[in-house]
């Protein structure tokens, strides 16, 4: 303790007129930078808002596993921010997240370096594949306690689960911790060749089109064409199947595509049976996916809002 230095006792550092004034007047600028940068509530009241609807997902989660008997351990929820903006990830990194989702390359690559340049860096080594007998426990995916904490980064994993286009696969290739669109053969091809050139092994998923060709927007293959492309996918060394990936069509309940597509992984499972990955299961209806044995779910809007509009 060196004499002199601090505020002396009477000086009322404790919530003072001085304090109060000057706090006001921070909360102000900080307002009108927000104006000036257009970007909508305080970067804490931003964050506060992420780490609430995270809290609530992940006691949906917990409660949906709890339902249907499973571990939580299980279950990774990869957080789609598309259309949201870097800073939103660099919070939820923050708070904890380390499995984010995006529907476009080009959006994708520009958030990354973002993101990256804030000093979370990319984990393209991981698998993709839950273990809990290897992973670290205290690198749970969604744990609260890990939030806030500001611990040093392990690594973001970012997933693609967009529509791909062919001639954007191959850059998809070399950053996607996990590919869940795969719905073609010369995709497939273009996502190995990507991999290749990448000197990696990219772990992929078939989408499987619930509607049958409904809606070919939507993207997958039917189930019938889903054995045939899982072959293909697995035939690449470049390539790892991991499993199945489906949006479950909008209907009053999304239960029964999710067993079919449970059906179909397990089916599949006779032949491959790394392909251990059930991508199923968004915010409007991750309990069904849970129950129908989904080990990722992909979340945006429960955790991030309603998305803004695409631009
Ligand atoms: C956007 C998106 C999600 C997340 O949907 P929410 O309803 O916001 O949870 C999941 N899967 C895919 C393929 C998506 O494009």
Do not use: I
Request: charged share 30%.
């Amino acid at each position: 303790m060196t004499p002199g230095r601090g505020p002396a006792p009477d000086e009322g550092s404790d919530g003072g007129p001085d304090e109060a004034r000057d706090r006001a007047r921070d909360r102000a600028l900080d307002r009108a930078l927000d104006r000036a940068l257009d970007r909508g509530p305080s970067a804490a009241g931003r964050r506060d808002e992420l780490r609430r609807g995270l809290e609530r997902l992940d006691e949906r989660v917990g409660a949906a596993c709890a339902a249907a008997g499973r571990d939580p351990a299980g279950v990774r929820v990869v957080v789609t921010t598309k259309t949201w903006p870097a800073s939103d990830v660099v919070h939820l990194a923050a708070l904890g997240v380390r499995d984010v989702g995006e529907a476009r390359e080009q959006e994708a690559r520009a958030k990354r370096s973002e993101v990256a340049a804030a000093g979370w860096a990319d984990d393209v080594e991981d698998p993709g594949v839950e273990d809990p007998g290897v992973e670290d426990p205290g690198e749970g995916d969604l744990g609260p306690e890990d939030r806030g904490t500001g611990r040093p980064a392990p690594g973001l994993r970012w997933h693609f689960l967009g529509r791909l286009q062919r001639n954007k696969a191959a850059a998809v290739a070399g950053w996607a911790a996990l590919v869940h669109s795969c719905d073609g053969d010369r995709l497939a091809d273009a996502l190995a060749r990507g991999a290749e050139r990448a000197g990696r092994v990219l772990p992929v998923l078939v989408q499987v089109d619930l509607q049958d060709g409904v809606d070919p927007r939507r993207g997958g293959v039917p189930p019938a064409d889903v054995r045939a492309l899982a072959d293909r996918v697995a035939a690449h060394p470049a390539l790892r199947l991991d499993g199945l990936m489906a949006v479950a069509p909008q209907g009053p309940d999304p239960a029964r595509p999710f067993a079919r597509l449970a059906a179909l992984a397990q089916d599949l499972r006779g032949d491959h049976p790394g392909a251990s990955v059930l991508s199923a299961g968004m915010s409007g209806d991750l309990e069904q996916a849970v129950a129908a044995g989904a080990t990722h779910l992909r979340v945006g809007r429960a955790v991030l809002g309603e998305r803004p509009p695409l631009r």
